[in-house]
């Protein structure tokens, strides 16, 4: 199965807008789904299929999909936001799940 | 509520075994599929197993494959991972998940130490 590989950390100026990407083979065909995890907490579905958020998610949370490279953008990033960031994905039903590295969110 | 909530954690010595079980309330859980996710301290995302809705395919990672094993129960509404021949890079926190369209439900995670 293919990898997926983020970026270590990005940060963020409070208010402005943040891309985080997640790139692997496994994005050109199969959704890719995001996690925010705060430290000492469970992770938190945020994205799931490229582009849906779950209720209870805020608006400010969207993603896309290009090729190869999946997005998880925050318009408007909020100090709440700073957290880890995972992505992801499987090459299908029966395959393994795969992660990203994961990408620390730093909100200045 | 909807929840999950893993127990079985503590410390083994390395070659030992341990029995995670991760109990579902508040959800119809014989109509998920379910997973488990590790996470060594400090460190990111790992996952583990996944199992189907009534148990008849597993899969895993090739890193404990041969040695762990995912089970449910579905009429005690419990998911298990009997862990066998335990390494110390083994050492991490253990989450269960639902998966519906992604791991939408987690449990907050039981704590394997592999140590001598």
């Known amino acids: 199965s293919s990898e997926l590989t983020q970026d270590p950390a990005v940060s963020v100026a409070l208010g402005q807008t943040v891309r985080i990407t997640c790139q692997g083979d496994?994005?050109?065909?199969?959704?890719a789904t995001w996690y925010q995890q705060k430290p000492g907490q469970a992770p938190v579905l945020v994205i799931y299929?490229?582009?849906n958020r779950p209720s209870g998610i805020p608006d400010r949370f969207s993603g896309s999909s290009s090729g190869n490279t999946a997005s998880l953008t925050i318009t408007g990033a909020q100090a709440e936001d700073e957290a880890d960031y995972y992505c992801?994905?499987?090459?299908?039903?029966?395959?393994?799940?795969?992660f990203g590295g994961g990408t620390k969110l730093f909100v200045l | 509520d909807v929840q999950l909530v893993e127990s079985g954690g503590g410390l083994v010595q390395p070659g030992g075994s341990l029995r995670l079980s991760c109990a579902a309330s508040?959800?119809?859980?014989?109509?998920?599929?379910m997973h488990w996710v590790r996470q060594a301290p400090g460190k990111g995302l790992v996952w583990v197993s996944r199992?189907?809705?009534?148990?008849?395919?597993?899969i895993y990672a090739d890193s404990v494959k041969g040695r762990f094993t995912t089970s449910r129960d579905n009429a005690k509404n419990t998911l298990y991972l009997q862990m066998n021949s335990l390494k110390v890079e083994d050492t991490a926190v253990y989450y269960c998940?639902?998966?519906?369209?992604?791991?939408?439900?987690w449990g907050r995670g039981a704590l394997v130490t592999v140590s001598s």
């Open positions: 508040g959800f119809t859980f014989s109509s998920y599929w």
């Open positions: 199992i189907n809705v009534d148990g008849s395919s597993t």
């Open positions: 992801d994905s499987r090459d299908s039903n029966d395959d393994p799940l795969i």
């Open positions: 496994s994005l050109r065909s199969y959704h």
């Open positions: 299929g490229t582009n």
């Open positions: 998940a639902r998966d519906p369209y992604g791991l939408d439900l």
